[in-house]
C-alpha cells in the first residue's frame, strides 16, 4: 500500500496533495499495489472525490487537535495509520508541513526518505528517487535501502491527473499525544496566490529602483492569475517581503512560467527558479546572464515594456 | 544553558556543479568551501546574540565530517562558537549524520540545539527533525524569529500558507531561515582566539544508513533564447499562449 498524505488548509485540501496524490498512485501501480490518502483534522471537502487522483481508499482522522499543525501530533497518527493498514511507500509534499513531519516519521518507521522529488522512483534496479540538489543546479539519484520508504515531492514536479473514481473514506480513531508546541497564533495570508505552488511567478528585480514601482509587477501578477516573487537585493533592501525572496537562499520555485523583471540573474537567484519550465528575462541589459536560461527574452526598460504584456495578456483573456 | 548548533560545509553559493567518476562524485577541483549560509546567518548568530544577552551561555558547534571540514568550523569558532565537535565521517546519509548529532547531544544535555534549515547542497531540510526524534525532544521548523524567556520560548515559523506563533519549553531543536539573524562578519580578535579553542574530533558511533546517492545528473541546457523586439510586447504574448502554452 502507498500512503499520501493529503495536506489542508482551513478545510480544504491544498493543490500541492493533488499532485502527491496523482504521484502516489502511479506509484502504487508501477509496485502492483493500491494508493489511499490520509487527513488529518476537520475538512469541509468531499473527499471521495480524490478517487479522482487515484486513491482507493481516503482515511480521516477528524479530530479537532490536529486542526492546526503540529509534527509530533501529526507523526504519531500517520505513523499509528501505516502500521495499521501496512503501507510500503508515504509520500508527502516537500512543503512547509512535509519538511516538519516526514524527518521525524522517516526515523520513528525507520523509513528511508528522500525529500525534493521530482520524479517517479525507478524500480529496475531497487527504488532510485530523482531529487533536487545543489539548490536546483544538479539532481542526485538516490536508492532508498529500508524496507518502508518516504518521498517528499516538489511542487509542480508531477503534474495532478485527474480522472474519474471515488474513493471510500474510512474514519480512523487515533489517540493524539498531548502537544510540548502551544499555538499562540496563526496568520494566514489569504487572497494571494502561495507562491510555492504558483504555475506562473511574475518577479522583480533591483532593475525596478525602488518598491514605489512595484505596480508594473502587481498588475501583470493579477493579469495572469500569478504570485510575485522577488530577487535577494530586493527582500534585503525591505522592498517586498522576506517570504517573496526566491533563489537561493530564498524559496526554490518551479513554476510552468517565470517572468523575471530587471533581475541580471546571478547564479543564485538562477538556483532558486531554474527549474521553472518557460523563463521570460525582460531586461534593459542585452548582457545579463539571465537571457542565457531564458526561454524568451525582452531587451528594453521594463517601465514602458512590462505595462503594454500586462494589456496584451488583458485583450487575450478579455478582462 | 547550553546551546548546539550544527553546521554544515557546502560548496560556495557561485561554485559550478559537476561531477566525476561516472557521474557518482561531486567534482570538488578549484571549488571554495563555505559554512552553509542557512548554518551561519541565522542558527549561528542568533545563538551568538543568545550568548551575548546571557554570557553564561555555553555554545558549542557540530560538524559531521572530514579534516576539510575544519576551515569553516574554525570560522564559526572566529564568530562566537566557545567548542567545536567534529564527527569523522563523510557519510551522505542524512539518519546516519542525524545519529552522530544526537549522540554528542545526549553526552552534554543542551537546552538547545539550532539547525540551519537545508544545507545547500544535499537540500535535504531533515537533520533537524531527525535529531528531535532521536532525542524526543519537540522540533520547530523554518523558525523566522526565536525569542527566550527563562525557560519559555517564543518562535515564529513558517506553516503553509502563512506564518505561526508557537509556545515551547526548552530542551528544542530549532531549525533557522531567514529572520532568525543577520550575518555577521568575524574580526580580527574572533578569527585570532579561534585558533585556540577546542576542535574535539572523534569517531563516528554505529547507525544505520537509510538511503545512498547511486549518482548524479545536470540538468538539460537550454536551447537558447529567443528575443522579442521591445516595440512588439504582444509577440511575446502571442508565444506564450500558443507555442509555450503557459496560459
Known amino acids: 500500500m502507498v500512503l499520501i498524505f493529503l495536506d489542508q488548509s482551513e478545510g480544504k485540501i491544498k493543490k500541492s496533495s493533488f499532485e502527491a496524490a496523482s504521484y502516489g498512485a502511479q506509484v502504487a501501480e508501477n509496485l502492483g499495489t493500491s494508493a489511499a490518502g490520509i487527513v488529518l483534522g476537520t475538512v469541509n471537502e468531499e473527499l471521495a472525490d480524490m478517487g479522482k487522483y487515484g486513491l482507493k481508499k481516503v482515511y480521516t482522522v477528524n479530530n479537532e487537535a490536529l486542526n492546526n499543525y503540529d509534527d509530533e501530533a501529526y507523526t504519531h497518527v500517520i505513523a499509528e495509520a501505516v502500521k495499521n493498514i501496512d503501507a510500503k511507500v508515504i509520500i508527502f509534499s516537500n512543503n512547509f508541513n512535509g519538511k516538519g513531519i516526514a524527518p521525524r516519521l522517516s526515523v520513528r518507521l525507520k523509513a528511508g526518505l ?41 511542487a509542480n514536479a508531477y503534474k495532478a491527473k485527474e480522472g474519474e473514481g471515488t474513493a471510500e473514506v474510512e474514519a480512523l480513531t487515533v ?22 505552488e504558483a504555475e506562473i511567478v511574475v518577479s522583480g528585480g533591483r532593475g525596478l529602483k525602488g518598491p514605489e514601482n512595484w505596480g508594473i509587477v502587481t498588475d501583470l501578477a493579477k493579469a495572469l492569475g500569478a504570485a510575485t516573487a522577488c530577487s535577494r537585493p530586493v527582500s534585503d533592501s525591505d522592498w517586498r517581503p522576506h517570504h517573496e525572496h526566491v533563489g537561493q537562499t530564498g524559496l526554490a520555485i518551479a513554476p510552468n512560467l517565470y517572468i523575471a523583471i530587471g533581475i541580471s540573474g546571478a547564479i543564485q537567484h538562477l538556483a532558486g527558479v531554474n527549474r521553472s519550465k518557460t523563463i521570460v528575462v525582460i531586461n534593459k541589459d542585452p548582457e545579463a546572464p539571465f537571457f542565457k536560461a531564458a526561454d524568451y527574452g525582452i531587451v528594453g526598460d521594463a517601465f514602458e515594456v512590462v505595462p503594454k504584456i500586462t494589456e496584451a495578456v488583458k485583450k487575450l483573456k478579455g478582462i | 544553558m547550553k546551546i548546539l548548533v550544527c553546521i554544515s560545509k557546502t560548496p560556495d553559493t557561485t561554485a559550478k556543479i559537476a561531477f566525476t567518476d561516472n557521474n557518482t562524485k561531486f567534482a570538488e577541483a578549484g571549488i571554495q568551501f563555505i559554512l552553509n549560509p542557512y548554518d551561519e546567518w541565522y542558527a549561528l548568530v542568533r545563538a551568538i546574540e543568545l550568548k551575548e544577552a546571557d554570557p553564561a551561555t555555553v555554545l558549542h558547534l557540530i560538524n559531521v565530517g572530514g579534516a576539510d571540514s575544519d576551515p569553516i568550523i574554525r570560522k564559526a569558532l572566529a564568530l562566537g562558537g566557545d567548542e567545536a565537535f567534529r564527527v569523522n565521517t563523510n557519510s551522505q546519509d542524512g539518519f546516519y549524520i542525524a545519529s552522530q548529532i544526537a549522540e554528542i547531544a545526549k553526552q552534554n544535555n543542551y537546552d538547545l540545539i539550532f539547525t540551519g534549515k537545508e544545507t545547500i547542497d544535499y537540500n535535504g531540510s531533515s537533520i533537524g527533525g531527525m535529531v528531535a526524534e532521536l532525542l524526543d525532544l519537540p522540533y520547530i521548523s523554518l523558525a523566522t524569529k526565536f525569542t527566550l524567556d527563562g525557560t519559555t520560548c517564543t518562535v515564529t515559523r513558517e506553516i503553509e500558507g502563512g506564518e505561526e506563533v508557537d509556545e515551547v519549553n526548552l530542551p528544542l531543536v530549532v531549525s533557522c531561515q531567514k529572520g532568525m539573524a543577520e550575518q555577521r562578519i568575524p574580526n580580527m ?9 577546542p576542535l574535539k574530533v572523534s569517531e563516528p558511533v554505529a547507525a544505520e544508513t537509510f538511503t545512498s546517492i547511486e549518482s548524479f545528473d545536470l540538468p538539460p541546457a537550454k536551447a537558447g533564447v529567443k528575443l522579442i523586439p521591445a516595440d512588439q510586447p504582444e509577440e511575446l504574448v502571442r508565444l506564450l499562449h500558443e507555442e509555450a502554452k503557459v496560459f
Open chain 2, 189 to 197: 580578535r574572533g578569527i585570532m582566539g579561534a585558533r585556540t579553542k
Open chain 1, 114 to 154: 528522500v525529500s525534493g522529488a521530482i520524479a517517479l522512483p525507478d524500480l529496475s534496479n531497487g527504488f532510485v528517487v530523482k531529487k533536487n540538489v545543489f539548490s536546483g543546479k544538479a539532481f542526485a539519484n538516490v536508492s532508498i535501502k529500508t524496507d518502508i520508504k518516504i518521498i517528499s515531492l516538489n
Open chain 1, 175 to 196: 489517540e493524539i499525544p498531548q502537544a510540548r508546541v502551544k499555538v499562540k497564533e496563526v496568520n494566514k495570508v489569504v487572497g494571494e496566490v502561495p507562491l510555492a
